[in-house]
């Protein structure tokens, strides 16, 4: 029999944050019950390791590793927790640590409060894999009911994650609610504005980086792992990129919505997560104050498509990223040939395919191309202004993604309503059947009628919404076009708003498709 001191005893305390209520689970709690042990028992301690505020449901924890090396070095042969639940929630890790690894170690291991010794023969050793299952089953509950809390503050339009949206900061009165942070506003405008002149991501990206204006990383003390040469930008400030770009640019969160939900767990025991799909996001309206308004935000969704995938080349072409071949309906380029000084346009698909004969070449002279185009039309905008149908045009420009989406949130609240009015009927059988007393059905039933009606409104609302998102402000259209035909050299803004898409045949035949309809 091996005498208590000859064993070097790790003392393993762990407390995660859905434990922190509870005061037994406490780390004072916890290490007082296994001093008292050790003292009692003439065990030498060698070690403590504590994890403070990590979960049960994995074994990605610092002191825990921290403990396995010692073991693998021997110098510790024995561990003890105040119970199985402190060494790990999940039942196979538990059950491999306890019944495979410590064995194979000849690791004496301990659960004081769970009568658990691996060097004594008895029942509670036997019912130990049990143990280990109610200790999983427990922490799938509790992250069950904080998945729930989540869920439902979300849908009361709380934030709750734990990093403020770039241009805003936590309500000092209330950390669920979001405010402007001006500093960071100003650079979100500044980006808005960029857009609606027709830049790319990437311009967008460059021009913040040149500037020095910091970027979201740089205001979290984000460390950066890079070496910074003498010509370098200052890692104070970091270096703007494409996606950051584009993801302030497409975030409802700037219009004053709480937009949540757009990640999954794959389970409670693992962290890592999957997107979900955008018609699943927990979308909140009028939560905060907005940084930018809704028609400014929903009239760049309509260019980005546009500018999204226009690369940056050294010459700039009005035509960028406007351009599709008409026979295969790819995007064309623009290329610049060195040898005659002039510029071409390229089928996309060819230069790519080319040895499988997937489409023709399509080249053209562009500096020719954009003068016919520029012509055709100049020529068709006045004919739209003589015709003075302004306002029958501009009633037919529709923002689809977003009509798409309020269809879809009208269907949602009609199916509601269904279901609320068949429980509306459901309750008033009960009443008749006994099965609810008459002041009961009277609350029910006042409460979903309130909910039906509220719903009817939310549907008008959106309806109205719908009608509005698809018109473009008369002045606004009027101004673009009396700009276009008073100007020598149009904008590139300009031309994005006039035109939706130029398709090119190989019979240099052309297609312009514009932004307006109805126009002959």
Request: net charge positive; with cysteine; glycine share 4%.
């Amino acid at each position: 029999m091996i005498e208590n001191n000859n064993f070097k005893v790790g003392l393993y305390i762990r407390l995660s944050r859905d434990d922190g209520n509870i005061e037994s689970d406490s780390i004072v709690s916890q290490r007082s019950l296994l001093s008292q042990y050790v003292k009692e028992n003439n065990y030498i301690v060698v070690d403590e390791y504590v994890d403070d505020g990590f979960s049960g449901t994995n074994f990605d924890r610092p002191a825990f590793k921290e403990m396995m090396k010692d073991i693998e070095i021997g110098k510790v042969n024995m561990i003890i927790t105040k119970d199985m639940s402190r060494l790990g929630r999940d039942y196979i890790g538990t059950g491999e640590l306890i019944e495979k690894y410590f064995p194979n170690n000849n690791i004496r291991y301990i659960a004081i409060n769970d009568g658990i010794d691996t060097f004594i023969d008895n029942t509670n050793n036997d019912i130990a894999p049990f143990k280990a299952i109610m200790n999983d089953m427990y922490a799938k509950d509790i992250s069950k009911k904080i998945k729930s809390s989540l869920y439902s503050r979300m849908k009361d339009g709380l934030y709750v994650s734990g990093r403020c949206p770039f241009g805003y900061k936590k309500d000092p009165n209330n950390k669920n609610h979001l405010v402007v942070n001006e500093e960071q506003a100003s650079v979100v405008r500044l980006i808005y504005d960029l857009a609606l002149k027709g830049n790319t991501y990437h311009y967008i990206a460059q021009y913040l980086t040149k500037r020095k204006i910091k970027t979201p990383a740089s205001y979290y003390n984000y460390v950066w792992n890079t070496k910074c040469s003498n010509n370098c930008i200052s890692q104070e400030y970091g270096v703007w990129v494409d996606t950051t770009i584009k993801s302030i640019l497409t975030n409802q969160i700037y219009v004053g919505y709480t937009v949540q939900g757009k990640t999954k767990k794959i389970n409670y025991k693992l962290k890592k997560t999957f997107k979900n799909n955008p018609n699943d996001y927990i979308v909140v309206e009028n939560t905060h104050e907005a940084i930018i308004d809704k028609d400014t935000f929903n009239y760049v969704q309509t260019l980005l498509p546009k500018n999204v995938k226009r690369p940056e080349k050294k010459r700039f072409y009005l035509l960028d990223g406007l351009l599709y071949c008409g026979d295969c309906k790819h995007r064309i380029t623009i290329r610049y040939q060195n040898k005659t000084g002039r510029s071409y346009t390229t089928c996309d698909y060819y230069r790519t395919y080319s040895k499988y004969h997937v489409c023709t070449t399509h080249t053209n002279n562009y500096e020719v191309l954009e003068n016919v185009i520029l012509v055709n039309v100049r020529e068709v905008c006045k004919k739209y202004l003589d015709k003075n149908k302004i306002k029958d045009s501009i009633d037919n420009i529709t923002f689809k993604d977003n009509t798409i989406k309020i269809k879809k949130q009208i269907e949602i609240l009609e199916l509601t309503n269904n279901k609320l009015i068949q429980s509306l009927d459901k309750t008033y059988m009960d009443m008749l059947k006994g099965i609810i007393d008459e002041e009961q059905y009277i609350r029910v039933n006042e409460s979903l009628k309130r909910e039906i009606n509220n719903n009817k409104k939310n549907i008008t609302n959106l309806k109205n919404e719908s009608i509005e998102s698809n018109k473009i402000n008369n002045k606004q259209i009027e101004k673009y076009i009396n700009e276009f035909l008073s100007l020598e050299n149009p904008s590139r803004e300009l031309i994005a708003n006039l035109v939706e898409k130029i398709y090119i045949y190989q019979d240099k035949k052309l297609d312009i498709i514009f932004t307006f309809k109805n126009i002959t």
